[in-house]
């Protein structure tokens, strides 16, 4: 229905925002729809260059499936606007550090955090950076102000982690360390499925498993419920699909339960079940 409005009205720029962005969202789940959502996005910018919207949304893209250079290009258009933005500026400053040009990574941090010095995510990827230039003294100070700036357990632990492959040694809490004891070989399956998954793994916070052929899945920022219905339907299906090989491949014939939930709100956003054999 969304498609056939924007067809219908192709100068009109609020609705091929809507229609690029609904497909962005589909794109983080489901890479077929990267293409149409940047030509949706390239149709706004040909309407208005100087879309804020549109110039985010196609670093966005670009960012998330790893064209760094591309990625950059957009989000300098948009800082030359709209300099200000400590997101964007952030994700250019994460551009240059994955490109390997640490230093303008750096500067790009700074920058981000002399107006905004409560900014947890500049001071993360700042520790990243300083790490990366063998600068172990600043990447502690800037990790260890993160740690301040958050109420996450979640988060916390993990830059505990991070501090500690610093130093050399073990985390210094059991909730930092990998949970890698007592799975089973279907449990294992499965983790190994979400986890390498490259739209949903780096989002997962934990799993958990209450039964043994029973996950909860924890995300942090996944876009489930912004899903286009069709888009849901079709990325939930092949998820059933392969917890039923995993069943399968591991002789599991109790009915299989996996429950997706925003480890913010502790919502359950879906639930993949699966029969018996």
């Known amino acids: 229905e969304l498609v056939d409005k924007a067809n219908a009205a192709p100068q009109d720029v609020n609705v091929w925002k809507m229609l690029a962005k609904v497909r962005f969202e589909a794109a983080r789940i489901d890479s077929s729809y990267r293409s149409a959502a940047l030509s949706s996005y390239r149709h706004v910018l040909e309407l208005a260059p100087n879309d804020l919207d549109a110039l985010h949304g196609v670093g966005n893209i670009y960012y998330d499936f790893e064209e760094y250079a591309k990625a950059t290009e957009y989000y300098q258009k948009y800082l030359a606007l709209n300099p200000d933005d400590p997101n964007v500026r952030t994700d250019l400053g994460t551009m240059y550090l994955y490109s390997d040009d640490v230093d303008r990574a750096i500067s790009e941090y700074q920058t981000v955090l002399a107006k905004r010095p409560d900014f947890f995510q500049a001071h993360f990827n700042l520790g990243i950076a300083y790490q990366e230039k063998g600068e172990s003294d600043k990447a502690r100070e800037s990790l260890d102000r993160a740690k301040t700036l958050t109420t996450d357990q979640n988060i916390r632990a993990h830059i505990d982690q991070v501090l500690a492959q610093f130093g050399g040694?073990?985390?210094?809490?059991?909730?930092?360390?990998?949970?890698?004891?007592?799975?089973?070989?279907?449990?294992?399956?499965?983790?190994?499925?979400?986890?390498?998954?490259?739209?949903?793994?780096?989002?997962?916070s934990h799993i958990e498993w209450p039964a043994p052929a029973e996950a909860q899945v924890f995300f942090q920022n996944f876009p489930m419920t912004a899903m286009p219905s069709e888009v849901r339907e079709r990325f939930l299906g092949k998820l059933r699909a392969q917890v039923t090989e995993a069943k399968s491949a591991n002789g599991i014939d109790d009915t299989a339960k996996i429950e997706l939930i925003d480890a913010d709100t502790q919502q359950v956003m879906a639930t993949i079940s699966t029969a018996t054999s």
């Open 169 to 204: 040694s073990p985390p210094t809490t059991s909730a930092a360390l990998p949970v890698t004891s007592a799975r089973s070989p279907f449990q294992q399956a499965v983790e190994k499925l979400f986890r390498s998954h490259e739209i949903m793994g780096p989002r997962i």
